[in-house]
């Protein structure tokens, strides 16, 4: 039996929302320098501004484009762009919790911060007795909102996420329903040590992997012009390449062999990192290989090495020190935390000397955890009794027809149908 969404049996792939990361065809022809992208180039969108939107595309770089200018690649995306944006309509009046979070929240916001929301919402009884499974995320087009079922926002606040503790204790939560209330009321029951290392052990570890980003990102051009030279050759091995890089690289190895294994490694993860970003056709060494000799686009400094990650990774380790010492909450930074994090986001501080200052918190982070007054553990008695009690209101609602989104006003369920 396979059961579909009857609302998704027929389909305009020029009228569907395209989230980010969609694969799409471009439906008209651009210039690009001297570079002509004719129609029906593949590219993935990377950027949403309204009705416009950017798309990065192999061997070119990121191009601007209008929505009616776009096709999804696949009809897998154009049914799940359908359904997310179906699902975020019909439950965006279920939001029961709702808060600004992310730099406005921690008095760090410059123009050019967005307006990033998260919160909870809860879904009517009927959604939750059928055959499709409900969801358990409301997501909007851009990225910029994230509201999470009740449930999965309570599990995910027993284990400590940041995410999820930070919309509940940000200054600007807000409640938009008894049920949103009772949550805040409760959400000292989420909080205990873990945070030491769902927040900060988890922030040092990212930075680890940013330092090693940040190796991975120093002999890229080089790579790339290794290839480049070779252009006239019949071909180019990975080895060659892996043994030419062993020999340029400053990390330590055992043995010869094993130096050019780890070139060979970090060759590796610099074709499938290119891939990820949409850069490559395939995540193997031979696309790398045309990418070289065919593009002549400049390459963005990856994702993970960009300031704001770095910034707010040690944003990160200072609140969950401060929150370990003092037992309650701060997000906003101040003072000289303030003025570094912002330093750091503008990019005025060396990736190296982030991590020398993190790696320097980890010891007041330990101290702050052993000295803490916080419980060892959440209180899971209460988180579950909560969610047995937003259960019993919503089914109380929707018995007795209440008014709203959760009674009498409650948005259908999706409906189900054999499909040939």
Request: glycine share 6%; charged share 30%; with cysteine.
């Amino acid at each position: 039996m396979d059961l579909r969404l009857r609302h998704l049996a027929h389909l305009d792939p020029l009228a569907v929302a395209l989230p980010h990361g969609t694969e799409v065809i471009t439906r008209v022809e651009r210039v690009a320098g001297e570079r002509r992208v004719p129609q029906g180039t593949v590219g993935r969108v990377v950027k949403i501004a309204g009705d416009q939107l950017d798309v990065a595309i192999v061997g070119v770089g990121t191009l601007r484009y209008e929505r009616r200018e776009l096709s999804p690649r696949r009809v897998g995306q154009v049914l799940w762009a359908q359904r997310r944006e179906t699902v975020w309509t019909a439950l965006l009046p279920c939001v029961v919790l709702d808060a600004q979070v992310g730099s406005h929240a921690w008095g760090l916001a410059d123009e050019s911060s967005d307006d990033d929301r998260r919160g909870v919402f809860a879904l009517p009884l009927a959604w939750t007795l059928g055959l499709v499974a409900p969801p358990e995320d409301l997501v909007r087009e851009d990225g910029s909102a994230t509201y999470w079922a009740a449930g999965k926002a309570i599990r995910q606040a027993l284990r400590a996420d940041p995410n999820t503790l930070e919309m509940l204790f940000v200054a600007g939560a807000a409640a938009t329903d008894p049920i949103g209330t009772w949550i805040l009321e409760e959400r000292q029951a989420f909080v205990s040590t873990e945070i030491h290392g769902s927040f900060g052990r988890y922030a040092l570890g990212q930075l680890r992997r940013l330092e090693q980003a940040q190796r991975l990102a120093e002999h890229r051009g080089a790579v790339l012009e290794w290839l480049r030279e070779g252009a006239e050759e019949s071909a180019v091995s990975l080895d060659e390449v892996a043994t030419r890089l062993a020999r340029l690289s400053p990390r330590a190895a055992p043995s010869e062999a094993d130096a050019v294994h780890q070139a060979k490694q970090y060759v590796k993860q610099l074709y499938r990192s290119l891939f990820d970003q949409g850069l490559l056709a395939g995540a193997d060494f031979a696309s790398l290989v045309r990418f070289a000799r065919e593009s002549s686009a400049e390459l963005e400094l990856p994702r993970e090495l960009r300031p704001k990650n770095a910034y707010n990774l040690v944003r990160l380790i200072a609140t969950a020190t401060r929150w370990l010492r003092e037992g309650e909450p701060s997000f906003v930074a101040t003072g000289a935390l303030r003025e570094r994090l912002l330093a750091i986001k503008r990019g005025e501080v060396r990736l190296d000397d982030v991590i020398v200052e993190a790696e320097a918190m980890a010891a007041e982070l330990e101290a702050a955890r052993a000295e803490s007054r916080l419980p060892e553990r959440p209180d899971v008695a209460r988180a579950d009794a909560l969610l047995r009690r937003i259960g019993e209101e919503l089914a109380r609602r929707s018995v007795t027809r209440e008014a709203g989104a959760f009674g009498a006003d409650a948005p259908p369920p999706p409906e189900v149908v054999w499909s040939d």
